[in-house]
């Protein structure tokens, strides 16, 4: 198995490149032993391009994603977002990166549980520089109906679209989502899908699609799979399916 | 406040767990509120008393002497240093007043007519002053007024130098002098059989051959006066005349007992509110620690849209400075309550014209600052904590603790105990400073409740030890000139008299180098049976020998041991001056004693059986008949009585103690609740999970709940006698704080003072565990095992 495959294939060479990750390792220690979580990825995200990573659990895609996101950072290796070399920054910088250039989406949510779905997007437009408004955000995720609904009065999938909403409000760059449809069932999970390609589709935010399940994978640009902390494999949809032709 | 998403959350949080915040909030509220009780009375008081003493000139130095010509008065002003003195007549009498069996005493106290006297003037509350050529004008001073409804117009009979007088109330009036009125000698206010009177001196001074002539007087200094050599200088002037010591301020009984208070005040400012602000403190510490762990993938969802470690370090701060400021607000506002009623307390020891209580803006901020100061300092790791959270760490569920056998189980005993003793034994082990946090807190409470009851058990103790045992007279009477053997010889054979025992009472400077102290020496006779000498330990000392039993707090002051000789200058008769041996020390409660034998006494006097009065015991059925003879005995100048005596303390600091009690019970209650109800809180928050699975897996809800109780109660039962032993040294220390020259307290704390204590506290802790009780019932098994740790 090849530590790394050639990223850029030719129809990507005159596109502009939102992250170029290079040589990428991070080791965690647990007690007394070292978990090799990413053993070397060079990856690169390109602008509006639809990522998926494959990988089944503990192949270093949260990892992966963390760092690029700017939660974390490599123990060797470079990322590098647009002109700037993330893993340069301090914790303020890459806290100012975040803030202004990087939307989340978790596998639980991680919706503030005091807080409605309106001002769980809030949360985030009150720090940012050219939001949407809030009402917007939901919206766009076909939430426009459930504004003032705390996340305990929300289904699974209409806690995660929040999520969603959430993460676009602040009009990222990049969008990165772990796992959005972990905890869902199907029908919810595509809805979600659905909600995240329209984003990557009207606003042609990069994004980067994390999951376990190689379905997902049909509705990427581009499929990534890690297993054991490198990149196993690296293919592109000639066609994308749609989200809402899913079956699993 | 922009109510930005995140003030939202913060508003919501805290409405989450308002259980948690309004116990918090209280127990900083109780803090807050004995701080601005204390302060702020303290300000009121101070504030008075300074403005009191100088509208009516309250004088710096004082002097009694026996007779001295108005010659001498010019050379009073004389001594460098003083800028103003003044010269009146002050006799004591007997008082015969309507209403009353016994006999009262006055002092006559000479006033020019017309007006105010420059020094020690007075504030006339009702009435007008007494006018020229009116004879038996006088005016009353308020508290004997009140105690027997005295108004302009009303009179009084008093024995005048032998004769019976009216004297015609005028005006009713206050003064510095008499700010805490006590009769000389005693410790405690008789507003009943006290009172004082101020008489036209061109009336009063003739009635006791003193025309031209005075017996006491007042200087005031100039700013920077050296007051020590003031004393000696009048003390040299009026030696010649019978002087009977010259004393400052610090040592005027009114005034000493007025800053007494004062520091307890000052004293209290310090000691409850930091035990409260500290429980608040760690209460604080606690819940927010649990609150950051509970809402870790909260911090790394916001960390993670870019919140700075800064901005989610202060929104957990902002939380802290909310129940700070509610804490603040209720204690400012309870502690306002409370020290109005403190102000009114105090109105009825210490006479003042008004005393408003006053609450100072700057005692407001300082409370918030402290409130606010205390719970960021009790929070400040756990804030930091949440600011350097490592968000894709948080993201990840928190890991299983680690747990390890515990030592009971190490050393093979596992079988001794259940498995829900043993999850309990484990969880306190595994994190022994919470658990011993916990234990100090409900300690604390425990040990408040022993402060604030053992003062009963303390001074019924020394009520038992003085007037049980010591003092055994029904009456003490006092002669007007110390008299011979005779006089003892009447009253022995008065009506209703069955025994009685004299005494020499001998003013005197006792002086050990530099340091002096004027006291009166009473001398007994040594099978003394009616008043015998006794100390803290009910220990009799009959007095032997020439020499000197000192209180133990007189020989501190003098810097003298037993053993060591001290120097008696006598200011009365022939004034000898002797050096005599210290004898013994006696730890007693109250005042500066010192005793001698009377066949001693009589030979350092060269006199022979002179007496200055006598304890009498009498038979009670004869009591009134006994009375009215005393009234009308010109040689008598005064009668204590011991039930008097006992029925004002009772219905004023008996009172005032109850309430202290009460109050303190409240706060004890507030603080074992809130530290009880928090602990349980949170264990609940941080093994619903646990305890959810365990009822899935087939536990019953009693089970369960035994788990999560049983680590409270083991905590209260570890907690209880801790508080004991603490209350106990907390005693001790408020003891040493009361430790002065007005009154010394024994360490006394009764078993039902404990009882009590734990009682409380378990209480409180039931309650507590009875409310969580109730959540654990209503546990969502299905949501608790649903969402992720």
Known sequence: MATTTSPVSSPDEHRICVFQARGITKVYHVGEVDVHALRGVDLDLFEGEFLVLLGPSGSGKSTLLNILGGLDVPTSGTVRYQDHDLTRYDEAALTRYRREHVGFVFQFYNLIPSLTARENVALVTDISRDPMDPVEALRLVGLGERLDHFPSQLSGGEQQRVAIARAVAKRPQVLLCDEPTGALDVHTGIVVLEAIERVNRELGTATAVITHNAVIASIADRVVSLSDGRIASERRNESKMPARRLEW | ?789
């Open chain 2, 1 to 789: 406040m922009i109510l930005t998403a995140l003030n939202r959350k913060l508003v919501r949080d805290l409405l989450g767990m308002k259980g948690q915040v309004l116990a918090i909030a209280l127990v900083m509220a109780s803090g807050i509120a004995t701080f601005i009780l204390s302060a702020a009375t303290l300000d009121s008081l101070e504030g008075t008393m300074n403005a009191y003493y100088d509208a009516h000139r309250f004088a710096d130095v004082f002097a009694r002497l026996k007779r001295a010509p108005r010659s001498v008065a010019e050379r009073l002003g004389e001594i460098p240093g003083v800028s103003e003195a003044a010269t009146r007549v002050v006799v004591d009498v007997n008082l015969d007043v309507e209403g009353l069996a016994e006999p009262g005493s006055g002092r006559l106290i000479s006033v020019p007519e017309h007006r105010e006297p420059r020094v020690n003037g007075f504030y006339l509350r009702a009435g007008r002053f007494i006018e020229p050529g009116r004879r038996g004008e006088v005016l009353v001073n308020e508290a004997f007024a009140k105690a027997h409804g005295l108004h302009p117009g009303d009179t009084v009979r008093a024995i005048i130098n032998g004769r019976r007088d009216t004297l015609r109330i005028v005006g009713i009036a206050l003064s510095p002098e008499y700010v805490y009125q006590i009769r000389p000698g005693d410790i405690l206010p008789d507003d009943k059989r006290f009172g004082v009177f101020w008489m036209s001196e061109r009336e009063l001074a003739p009635a006791y051959d003193m025309e031209g002539a005075f017996n006491d007087v007042s200087l005031v200094l100039m700013p920077g006066a050296n007051e020590a050599e003031v004393i000696r200088r009048l003390d040299d002037l009026l030696a010649p005349y019978g002087g009977l010591g010259a004393f400052g301020r610090a040592d005027h009984p009114s005034h000493q007992f007025v800053l007494n208070e004062l520091r307890e005040l000052r004293g209290m400012t310090v000691i409850a509110p930091t035990i409260f602000l500290l429980v608040a403190a760690f209460l604080l510490n606690v819940v927010l620690t649990r609150l950051i762990t509970t809402q870790r993938e909260q911090i790394a969802a916001l960390k993670a849209f870019g919140y700075s470690n800064g901005q989610v370090g202060r929104h957990y701060l902002l939380m802290v400075l909310v129940i700070a400021v509610i804490g603040a607000a209720l204690g400012t506002g309870l502690g306002a309550w409370m020290g109005r009623g403190l102000a009114e307390m105090y109105t009825r020891f210490f006479h003042f014209p008004i005393l408003e209580f006053s609450l100072h803006p700057r005692v407001v901020v300082l409370a918030v600052g402290i409130s606010v100061g205390s719970g960021v300092l009790g929070t400040l790791s756990a804030v930091r904590t949440a600011g350097r959270l490592p968000p894709a760490e948080a993201m990840r569920p928190e890991p299983p603790a680690d747990f390890r056998p515990t030592i009971l189980e190490r050393l093979g005993l596992q079988r001794l105990v259940s498995p829900a003793a043993r999850t309990i034994l484990r969880e306190l082990e595994r994190r022994p400073i919470k658990a011993a946090i916990s234990v100090f807190g409900i300690a604390m409470a425990a040990a408040i409740l022993v402060v604030g009851s053992f003062m009963k058990d303390a001074i019924d103790c020394v009520l038992e030890l003085q007037f049980g045992r010591a003092q055994r007279q029904a009456l003490t009477v006092t002669l007007n000139e110390p008299g011979h053997g005779r006089a003892l010889r009447e009253m022995e054979h008065l009506s209703g008299v069955l025994a009685a025992e004299p005494f020499r009472a001998i003013p005197a400077r006792l002086r050990s180098g530099h340091r002096h102290r004027l006291v009166a020496v009473t001398a007994l006779r040594e099978d003394a049976q009616l008043f015998r000498i006794m100390d803290l330990n009910g220990r009799v000392i009959a007095p032997e020998g020439d020499g000197l039993y000192l209180s133990a707090k007189l020989g501190e002051l003098l810097g003298v041991r037993a053993g060591d000789r001290v120097t008696m200058e006598v200011l009365e008769g022939e004034r000898p001056v002797a050096e005599i041996e210290v004898a013994r020390l006696i730890d007693d409660f109250a005042g500066l004693s010192a005793y001698m034998r009377l066949g001693a006494a009589h030979r350092l006097m060269r006199e022979e059986g002179r007496v200055s009065g006598a304890y009498l015991a009498v038979d009670q059925a004869q009591i009134s008949r006994l009375y009215t003879d005393l009234k009308n005995r010109p040689a008598v100048a005064g009668v204590a009585i011991k039930t008097a005596t006992i029925e004002s303390f009772n219905a004023i600091i008996a009172e005032n103690l109850l309430r202290i009690r009460l109050s303190n019970i409240i706060f004890a209650t507030i603080i074992a609740f809130g530290v009880v109800y928090n602990s349980a809180r949170i264990s609940l928050a941080e093994r619903s999970r646990e305890l959810a699975t365990l009822r899935v897996i087939g536990f019953t809800r009693g089970e369960v709940s035994a788990i999560l109780l049983g680590e409270l109660a083991v905590l209260t039962l570890l907690a209880v006698p801790l508080g004991l032993a603490l209350g106990y040294t907390l005693s001790a220390a408020v003891i040493l704080s009361v430790d002065t020259e007005l009154f010394r307290i024994p360490l006394v704390v009764d078993r039902s003072t404990y009882g009590f204590a734990a009682v409380v506290v378990f209480v409180a802790a039931l309650i507590s565990g009875l409310i969580v009780r109730r959540r654990i019932d209503h546990l969502d098994l299905i949501e608790v095992l649903k969402s992720r740790a």
